[in-house]
């Protein structure tokens, strides 16, 4: 018998102590019971604390990124309405009814700009505001005298006050007076508006 009690007390665990009393060792265990859960609560807190500081990271970075898009899409848009004025058949060169490449006819570009700023003709406008919207067009002659030539004007959908994007490009051309026959330079604006 006595083997049996003596593995008996081998059964028990270390940490306990029989010795002692039972209401100071629940106490003990209480406190490092308590110790255990507010460490847990402090690295939970932690957790949260970098989830919330990558969660704002991100959209930030995201915003940033979206914002680069927009204005990447922004200039696509003004060098394709610039390649459309460009060659717009009311104001280019022709000879034998062959386009000439980045040239500009000044009769005809007169004419076209009269009749877009005529407020008689507001048809003309109509059809151009469809095509360009929220863009500003001049021709300017630099060489050898300055005069500008405002082809076209449509900002009214631009809100007033809110936050635009403008893309601008500026594109060399030869101005051909055919009355002369001769060449001056220029350069023609496209100014691109859009609301954020």
Known sequence: MSNYWLHQEEAVPKYINLNKNPMKQNKNFQR?????????????????IMMTLG??????????????EQQK???LRTIKIAEQV???????????????????????????????????????KQYYSQVFTNVNIKVQQLYPAEISYP?????????KGAKKSVST????????????????????TVEVMQNN
């Open 32 to 48: 490092k019971s308590q110790l255990k859960i507010g460490e847990t609560i402090f690295v939970l807190m932690i957790f949260f």
């Open 55 to 68: 969660a704002v990271f991100y959209v930030k970075i995201q915003s940033v990124s979206g914002n680069e």
């Open 73 to 75: 899409q922004l200039d």
């Open 86 to 124: 460009k060659s717009l058949p009311e104001i280019v060169c022709t000879q034998s009814a062959i386009q000439e490449f980045d040239c500009i006819d000044l009769i005809k570009l007169t004419a076209f700009s009269t009749m877009m700023n005529n407020q008689q003709q507001k048809q003309y």
């Open 151 to 159: 082809l076209f004007s449509n900002t009214a959908v631009i809100t």
């Open 169 to 188: 490009i500026f594109l060399p051309v030869t101005l051909f007076d055919p009355i002369k026959n001769e060449n001056s330079f220029g350069i023609i």
